[in-house]
């Protein structure tokens, strides 16, 4: 009897990619992927634990896999990826009916566990070193026409409030060859839309002693025919990084989005300085003008943390001034969770929680402002948009500088367009993170 799995997969699109490989694996091995807990025979959960609320989503989920397994509607659970990798045998002990459990290197061996079912329960705690290459079988969940590439795993930073290196190893990047053939394989199925993912995508080729991995990267995908957009998520801000072949290349090739997601944290030094950063707030600072002086076509997303031990008013001030005047398209703000094994849970002068709450929801107000200022000046103009679905009967997209799911998205009017076709639409109308607008196409 072929045997029915379902994989509900928590967490960034890095662990998302994980998630295809597995249900690659698992199709390759004759079982049924569906999508319904109610339809299958085994559940397999790939968890998220970066911060503690990802860790107790992820084990809201799982107790609600072992409720489905007591009821009788699944014979079988699994639960791979960070809750195990972070928490070992104490999480596995806790919850006892889950038949097994394995880390973030690990996943690959559930297909055999699941044939042999040999009574080793746990595999957790091993040294990730495992990163997929072009021949591992993938089964791509999100759009036929979108896809995530992983093109390293893990992180050699030492950022003092962050378990990645922990929980995924130290950083090592995927051969260049195999990434190339994996995009290959991809736009040969359809996809059109390539988003570069890693935990910092600017330090590719670095642990293989490679100058400009990145760069050299990119100069090889845009010549792959059929590929219509590459994106680049996830760099890091150090100047170095952000050399003039690149920005020339993202600002000037049409296959690339125009698009940097350059998460700084902070701009205070001493904020900086206690997260472990390598970058000061002058040379960011510098850096993103640059850019947007230099490069303004390209549209910058950076991500922020508030509550940080140490961050007083003035601190925050400083952050609140910056945010204002660089004028980000696209901004997200985290409050600072202590997470029990770095090096900043151990650190004194931690804003309250609310003082934190209210910090993060005074960047966004300003930030909204920002949006909408940034919206409105679009009007009029025509700009390319990747159809994606259907919202309410209206057609919904994504311009180049709106990535899936963090980002805003455009409502189309009028006009008629193919799901997974890049349409050129004016922008009629602005929100202050969505905009609205007519395909012009004759």
């Avoid at 979108?146 to 290196?165: D, M």
Wanted: overall charge neutral.
């Amino acid at each position: 009897m072929v045997k029915k799995i379902t994989l509900i997969s928590l967490g960034c699109p890095k662990n998302h990619v994980d998630s295809e490989v597995l249900l690659g694996l698992l199709a390759k091995d004759g079982y049924v992927i569906t999508s319904s807990l109610d339809e299958a025979d085994v559940a397999v959960i790939n968890t998220c634990a970066f911060i503690q609320t990802a860790a107790e989503e992820s084990i809201e989920t799982v107790l609600e896999a072992v409720q489905a397994k007591a009821q009788g509607r699944i014979n079988t659970l699994i639960v791979t990826g960070c809750l195990p990798q972070r928490y070992g045998e104490e999480i596995a002990q806790s919850i006892p009916e889950v038949d097994f459990w394995t880390g973030t290197g690990d996943f690959i061996e559930i297909p055999r566990w699941l044939k042999k079912k040999d009574g080793n329960k746990t595999l957790i705690g091993r040294r990730p070193r495992y990163i997929y290459d072009h021949h591992t079988p993938r089964i791509v969940t999100n759009t036929p026409h979108s896809a995530y590439v992983k093109i390293a795993e893990g992180c050699s930073h030492s950022c003092t409030f962050c378990l990645i290196p922990q929980l995924r190893g130290r950083y090592r990047s995927r051969v260049m060859d195999s990434v190339i053939r994996e995009v290959e394989q991809l736009v040969a199925g359809g996809v059109i839309e390539i988003i570069l993912v890693a935990q910092d995508t600017t330090a590719y080729g670095v642990d293989k002693r490679e100058d400009r991995g990145l760069f050299r990267l990119l100069g090889e995908l845009i010549k792959i025919g059929g590929l219509r957009w590459v994106r680049i998520l996830y760099t890091y801000p150090h100047p170095d990084n952000f050399h003039l072949p690149l920005l020339e290349m993202i600002a000037g090739e049409e296959r690339i989005c125009s698009y940097l997601d350059i998460p700084i944290q902070h701009i205070n030094d001493t904020i900086l300085q206690r997260m472990g950063r390598k970058h000061s707030g002058k040379n960011t600072t510098e850096l993103i003008k640059h850019i947007k002086k230099e490069y303004s076509t390209i549209h910058l997303r950076t991500t922020l943390m508030v509550g940080f031990p140490g961050e007083g008013e003035g601190e925050f001030r400083q952050l609140l001034d910056f945010v204002r005047e660089m004028e980000f398209t696209h901004l997200g703000v985290f409050t600072y969770s202590p997470e029990e094994g770095t090096k900043a849970a151990r650190m004194k002068g931690r804003p309250s929680p609310e003082v934190a709450e209210e910090r993060r929801a005074r960047i966004m107000e300003l930030q909204q402002g920002v949006s909408r200022k940034r919206n409105k000046a679009m009007v009029g103009s025509t700009i390319p948009v990747l159809i994606e679905g259907a919202d309410a009967e209206v057609l919904q997209g994504r311009t180049a500088f709106q990535a899936p799911e963090i980002d805003g998205v455009v409502h189309i009017t009028q006009g008629e367009a193919i799901i997974g076709e890049i349409v050129p639409v004016k922008i009629t109308e602005a929100e202050p993170y969505d905009l609205r607008g007519e395909i012009t196409k004759g």
